[in-house]
């Protein structure tokens, strides 16, 4: 079975600074690939999505991910963060062979002012 | 309503009661999952419906937890006997049908505290 990893439990950046937040997915062949955000007393939001072509991807809310097949990370960016931005944020793995899907723990990102 | 909708949003329930934890997924949507979040944790999966087929049920944690769902309408969860470590909050989530390529649209949860 898929699985992924989110290696930051806890991110902070200050507002106007870039964002990277790291995903790891162990996998046999090309899964489908998510990130969510959950923001404080939400449920999760889909932001962007990863199945095929090219592998930078963009989402809402400015945020994009870049699939590198080498390194098995589908890592999520921004280039200038808000303090809107301020919530957790969740990778996960979707295996085409199983229909099933798995989430990482999350990362918290903490805005700074 | 357009999206998920769960209750209680809170809940708040002594050691050895039940719970029964409820969800509305979008209307049209034939695929329904619940998780579990433990407090810094990720979601962990508990078990999805997909249509009329048979639910797999290989996330739940022990026998105390049960879900049933009528149709592709509302499900609830049951967990009998509550323990401390069953705190948590309590997702739903739908999406057209149970694929890995399928969005989940979530709702806003349940917290359950269990005293």
């Known amino acids: 079975a898929q699985s992924v990893t989110q290696p930051d439990i806890h991110i902070t950046v200050s507002e106007g600074a870039s964002l990277e937040l790291r995903c790891n997915y162990s996998y046999g062949a090309t899964p489908y690939l998510f990130w969510y955000v959950q923001s404080p007393g939400q449920g999760l939001q889909l932001l962007l999505k990863y199945f095929s072509g090219d592998t930078l991807v963009q989402g809402i809310k400015g945020f994009e991910a870049e699939f590198k097949r080498s390194q098995s990370s589908f890592n999520l960016r921004k280039p200038s963060v808000h303090w809107s931005d301020a919530a957790e944020y969740f990778c996960a793995v979707g295996a085409p062979m199983n229909n099933d899907m798995r989430f990482g723990a999350g990362t918290r990102l903490t805005v700074k002012p | 309503g357009a999206g998920v909708s769960q209750s209680p949003s809170n809940k708040v329930t002594e050691k050895g009661k039940d719970v029964e934890l409820r969800c509305d997924p979008i209307s049209g949507h034939t695929a329904l999952y619940w998780y579990r979040q433990r407090l810094g944790q990720g979601l962990e999966f508990l078990i999805y419906?997909?249509?009329?087929?048979?639910?797999?049920k290989s996330g739940l944690p022990s026998d105390r937890f049960s879900a049933e769902r009528t149709g592709e309408s509302v499900s609830t969860l049951t967990i009998q006997r509550t323990q401390q470590e069953d705190s948590a909050v309590y997702l739903c989530?739908?999406?057209?049908?149970?694929?890995?390529?399928?969005?989940?649209?979530f709702g806003p949860g349940t917290r359950l505290t269990v005293l």
């Open positions: 419906f997909q249509g009329n087929s048979a639910p797999d």
């Open positions: 989530a739908s999406s057209l049908e149970q694929a890995s390529y399928n969005e989940q649209f």
